[in-house]
């Protein structure tokens, strides 16, 4: 999942931003969430530095603050490198900082012309999850599901298991922070993944690096978020 941020010191100016992506988000089905949008650059630092999402940052570069927008852009690329940043100005003719500031900015969103704004607001959304995916795929490996529309993407590092669902041809992927009901089944999903991925239920399909604990007695994985799930006797010692 993404995480926006927006800085815009215009009260105005950022609720149309606000609304525009929001609007965009939820029509789009997008899998992303603002995290933030604030006046203040320094509030915003603070917020990057517990974030553990990568992030899309709208900023404006005239923030009426001794830190303007390219120089704020600076500081979050030392916090997010690989993060999005998109500035939305009155100053075209300021663009040419970011090479001057070597903030790396994705685009450039003019205010004046409130409706093309929003336009490229959103294809700046787009933009930033297609390229996400494309890096997160190339760095890491991932799962993605696809559901209501949307692609999700998980590290296999990050999922604790698969567990089959109470709705027909449904299955949940319980990762450490999250859970996504998808349409698959447990079989086909198993002929798809590493060996680091175990059958120990005919419900549960299990990522062995992620397990705290195994009760043999009780037939109970524990995993290292709290989770658990069964595992049946055929399997035991498989596993």
Known sequence: MLNIFVCEDHAAQRQMIVQTIQNA???????????????????????????????????????????????????????DPRGFIIFITAHSELSYMTFQYRVEAMDFVLKDNPVEAKVKIKECLLKAIELYHLQTNKAHRVYTVETGGRKISVDYDDILFFETSGHIHKVILHAKKRQIEFSATIKDIASTLSDDFVRCHRSFLINKNNIKEIDNK??????????????????????
């Open 25 to 79: 988000v939820m029509i789009e089905e997008l899998d992303m969430q603002l995290a933030l949008d604030t006046e203040d650059p320094y509030v915003l630092l603070e917020k990057v530095k517990t974030s553990e999402n990568t992030g899309i940052y709208f900023l404006d570069i005239d923030l009426n603050c001794d830190m303007n927008g390219m120089m704020l852009a600076q500081q979050i690329r030392l916090l």
């Open 218 to 239: 009780k037939r109970i994985i524990y995993f290292i978020n709290g989770e658990s799930c069964l595992m049946s006797t055929r399997m035991m010692k498989d596993l």
